[in-house]
């Protein structure tokens, strides 16, 4: 139980952080190969509340600082013209955020972009926990299936910050600032491609 709960703090911290933070299915596949005796669905079940529990976290920073203290009013407005969308859309949004949990592709900027709609987090949360908790159990089962058959050296491991890691990061935070220069209601409206006026 120390352990689980170890692992969910390490786990919502890492997922609190906006950008350059390890994926968590990296601590999933490391743990199963460190310690492929230990409980991989109650670790799972932990894991996935805490990344939950951290993405909230960061849809609400990314909607209390950069939203409201950051985004003029035009921005704003631009913004909800998605919300309007979206929130007409819960089903299909909860479809796609449920398939994208079950990947191990990063959800950072996910969160960070909806938080900027101001939609209720509980429509994202439930899939994103669904989804996390399967990937997470697999990453771990499959992990230690292979420990078991392949000897595992720390030291053997490629540096986690490299080239292209680095590069992600930054084309991913590209795509934020993208999703907030968009002019979504004339996109909507028009079905064309503008960047919105600054104000």
């Not at 460190?34 to 894991?47: D, E, K, Q």
């Not at 950069?66 to 089903?91: G, T, W, Y």
């Amino acid at each position: 139980m120390r352990a689980a709960l170890i692992l969910f703090v390490a786990v919502y911290l890492l997922n609190v952080i906006p950008a350059f933070a390890p994926p968590t299915w990296m601590v999933f596949s490391y743990i199963g190969f460190r310690y492929p005796t230990h409980n991989v669905a109650l670790f799972a079940i932990a894991g996935s509340a805490a990344a939950m529990l951290g993405r909230i976290t960061l849809a609400k920073m990314a909607r209390v600082i950069i939203r409201q203290r950051f985004m003029s009013e035009s921005s704003r407005a631009n913004i909800d013209a998605i919300r309007a969308r979206l929130e007409k859309r819960r089903m299909v949004t909860f479809s796609v955020l449920l398939f994208y949990a079950f990947t191990p592709l990063p959800s950072n900027y996910v969160f960070l972009t909806y938080g900027l709609t101001t939609m209720e987090l509980k429509v994202i949360a439930a899939p994103f926990f669904l989804g996390r908790a399967v990937s997470y159990g697999f990453w771990g089962l499959t992990s230690a299936a292979v420990s078991r058959r392949v000897p595992f050296e720390t030291g053997d491991t490629m540096p986690y910050f490299g080239v292209y890691f680095v590069l992600t990061q930054l084309a991913l935070l590209a795509v934020v600032y993208g999703f907030m220069r968009i002019d979504w209601r004339i996109l909507f409206s028009e079905k064309k491609l503008r960047w919105a006026k600054k104000q």
